[in-house]
């Protein structure tokens, strides 16, 4: 087989290894889908700077991101269902960062629990809340992620209502997966994953299956449709700093506007995101978005990151010269954890850390904290 080099070949072997209806729930976005192309597209449109005769023999891309050492400018974005794409998949996910030096965030709506992660990993990693209509089972959430030791809590801010994913529901996404006749015939093609996910011991919700109604998945699934809460609002984000005192990030602002409001909360960063173009299609870019915040809000107490796109190290140089302090990613992450468990997710952070110490190398700068907007051709 021909050796793996980059992210794409990881997706490859992705499509290949997981059922049809996992695959595209990673790989697709809403409607048109056109965010999600612009999320890419607009990433590859941005050149970067040549620079020649600079001697860049002694190079790091080291930095901390809200206080922690990192090896790269780089956090595992939260993923719902990432237990779906490898058996144990947030342990394999969280174990792979933490030996490449950077963070891991577990997603409210992950497979393994709170409690499973940690009781499975010597450090810390992240928690990323949803706020659900039960405020009093937001509240457990929290006091969890407290329990466990959380280095950080993410507030995802964008999903007060879902964006429509048209081939989710062609293929009958559902948790636990539904066996239609198309998916038993496609499932029965993915010998790896029946080993690795359908004999697993975990198919659900582990966050959410300490409640009582989880006794019947289907009352669970009903439980957790209505649970998105649209009446959310800035005052649910005060509210949530005064039950969390750690670090504090807010994940999924796209408008200058919000990213104002975001700022004056005093959060520790704020992630520009539009969901990996999950939610509202035709918005901007994130990398379109990241400059005007950096711009209006940069400087200030609240470290500004980026998501939407990242796939290889240029990406991530790219993005930290229009000043994002660091980048999540999503589909990246589960497609290298789909492909190949813990080394799978260890492979995909290796090609991106070399990707992007080699452009760094190629752009003339020695150290990731030089990165600046010179390194690019605008
Ligand atoms: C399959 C999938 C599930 C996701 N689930 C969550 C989630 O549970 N919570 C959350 O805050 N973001 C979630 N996201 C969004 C990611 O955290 C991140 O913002 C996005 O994936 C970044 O874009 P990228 O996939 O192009 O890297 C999800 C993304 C994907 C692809």
Request: glycine share 8%; proline share 3%.
């Amino acid at each position: 087989m021909a050796p793996v080099t980059s992210i794409q070949d990881l997706r490859a072997i992705a499509k290949r290894k997981v059922p049809r209806a996992i695959f595209h729930y990673a790989d697709r976005g809403s409607y048109d889908e056109a965010t999600l192309r612009a999320n890419k597209a607009d990433l590859a449109a941005i050149g970067l700077r040549q620079r020649v005769m600079i001697d860049v023999s002694e190079r790091s891309t080291a930095t901390t991101l809200i206080g922690e050492k990192v090896a790269l400018p780089l956090a595992i974005a939260p993923t719902g269902l990432t237990g779906l794409f490898h058996g144990d998949g947030e342990i394999h996910g969280c174990r792979a960062a933490q030996a490449a030096g950077i963070p891991f965030t577990l997603s409210t709506m992950s497979i393994c629990s709170i409690e499973d992660v940690a009781g499975a990993v010597d450090k810390p990693f992240w928690f990323q809340l949803y706020v659900m209509r039960d405020r009093k089972f937001s509240e457990s959430l929290i006091e969890r992620a407290k329990a466990a030791k959380c280095s950080a809590l993410v507030l995802t801010l964008d999903l007060q209502i879902q964006g429509q994913r048209h081939m989710d529901i062609k293929n009958g996404l559902s948790v636990p997966p539904r066996l239609t006749l198309a998916n038993a015939l496609d499932i029965a093609t993915k010998p790896h994953w029946i080993a690795s996910v359908l004999m697993g011991k975990r198919h659900s919700f582990g966050n959410l299956a300490v409640r009582k109604e989880s006794d019947s998945l289907s009352t669970l699934s009903q439980w957790i449709a209505g649970q998105f809460d649209p009446s959310l609002s800035w005052k649910d984000v005060e509210w949530v700093r005064s039950l969390w005192p750690g670090k504090l990030i807010l994940k999924g602002v796209l408008d200058v506007e919000d990213a104002k409001i975001a700022a004056a909360t005093g959060v520790d960063a704020i992630v520009v995101s539009n969901h990996g173009g999950r939610q509202l299609d035709g918005a901007i870019s994130s990398i379109k978005a990241l400059p005007r915040i950096v711009d209006a809000i940069g400087g200030g107490t609240s470290e500004v990151w980026f998501d939407g796109g990242v796939q290889s190290g240029q990406d991530i140089l790219k993005a930290r010269a229009l000043g994002a302090r660091g980048c999540m990613m999503g589909k990246a992450f589960l497609w290298s954890l789909a492909a190949g468990g813990q080394a799978g997710v260890a492979k995909a952070i290796e090609i991106m850390r070399r990707e992007l110490d080699v452009s760094m190398a190629l752009t003339g700068t020695k150290d990731i904290e030089q990165v600046d907007r010179s390194v690019l051709e605008l």
